[in-house]
């Protein structure tokens, strides 16, 4: 039986189109969720940021637009780590994509050797 997982993607992204493709192969049975049009919730994100065992910080989309047009780059040190959920969870395109969770375990972003160790049945 195919494992389900939450999959909070931007459907034309291509890194997001190959983890969706990568996670059917290991067995995964994905549900996708548009991440700009249906961001997770700040106590969602803050479970899946948990369940990721990695500091916020590691969820920023660096190399996105938002991020630099709101110079987070230099404003971040200075946020908490609730204000940084608030700031995520308020702007989907701020979140580095994909973000693969089952209500256990949370992925953020693709490389097939972290996908084959957290995801393969």
């Keep these: 039986m195919a494992r389900k997982v939450t999959v909070y993607q931007y ?13 059917k192969k290991l067995g995964n049975e994905p549900e996708l969720r548009n991440i700009k049009s249906d961001p997770p919730g700040e106590s969602e994100l803050a479970a899946m940021i948990a369940a990721s065992g990695l500091p916020v910080d590691k969820w920023f989309n660096t190399s996105g637009e938002q991020y630099r047009r709101l110079g987070l780059k230099d404003k971040l040190a200075g946020l908490s780590d609730a204000e940084k959920i608030r700031l995520l969870s308020g702007n989907g395109m701020l979140i580095k994509r994909p973000i693969v969770y089952d209500g256990n375990r949370a992925t953020v972003g693709f490389k097939e050797d ?8």
């Design 11 to 23: 459907p034309t992204c291509d890194t997001c189109r190959k983890a969706v493709s990568y996670l």
């Design 114 to 121: 972290r996908y084959d160790e957290v995801w393969k049945k």
